[in-house]
């Protein structure tokens, strides 16, 4: 079974700090995804990375790609209060199935 | 707006009772997913379909059925419901399935409690 693993799943700090989170796994993965989730609301894709190595840049999120597609980490630099919620990573599987990890939920303290 | 529409917002439902979860989207998508999302289990795949008149199960399909007739409706169907379903459904929609998704559209959700 393929699995992500996310860390840290709690993460809070105050407003114009840096953060990294992490997804990673034991398996390849064809491309990648991260999401964000607001309360009461459905996941919102934030970007999708394809390429092992790639690095995707979204104003002060930048996200990477692992060389062997086995992992991927989401930078923020100077953290806001919109940033807060739940980032889920989601991998596309052997199967081209989607698979989701359970997710970091960050708060940033204004 | 363009989207997946999931309708009720919230419902409440007793044991052993049957209901629908409506779900729609109006971008033409192909592929449609239905997944729960549990407190610390993450987002699980419940069943999908690749296409009008496809369907498949996913990770969590006991308890569940679904039909796709049409590109644009892909309703999950509760059969008896037990409070082991308490939980928010997601619907969420992509142009193609894996790789040639580009991601999935999800809808706002369905937070159902079986009592």
């Known amino acids: ?110 | 707006n363009a989207g997946v529409t999931q309708t009720p917002k919230f419902q409440v439902l007793k044991t052993g009772q049957s209901m629908t979860l409506q779900c729609a989207q109006d971008m033409n998508h192909e592929y449609m997913s239905w997944y729960r999302q549990d407190p610390g289990m993450g987002l699980r795949l419940i069943h999908y379909s690749v296409g009008a008149g496809i369907t498949d199960q996913g990770e969590v399909p006991n308890g569940y059925n679904v039909s796709r007739s049409t590109t644009e409706d892909f309703p999950l169907r509760l059969l008896s419901a037990a409070p082991s379903q308490t939980s928010v459904y997601f619907c969420a929609s992509s142009f193609g399935q894996g790789h040639q998704s580009y991601g999935y559209t999800f809808g706002s959700g369905t937070r159902l409690t079986v009592v």
């Open chain 1, 1 to 110: 079974t393929q699995l992500l693993e996310q860390s840290p799943q709690f993460l809070s700090i105050q407003e114009g700090e840096n953060l990294t989170v992490y997804c990673n796994s034991s398996s390849v993965f064809s491309s990648l995804q991260w999401y964000r989730q607001e309360p009461g609301e459905g996941p919102v894709l934030l970007v999708t990375v394809v390429t092992g190595g790639e690095v995707k840049k979204l104003k002060r999120l930048t996200f990477q790609f692992g060389d062997a597609r086995k992992d991927s980490s989401l930078h923020i630099t100077a953290a806001q209060p919109g940033d807060t919620g739940l980032y889920l990573c989601a991998g596309e599987g052997r199967d081209d199935k989607i698979i989701f990890g359970k997710g970091t939920r960050l708060h940033i303290l204004p």
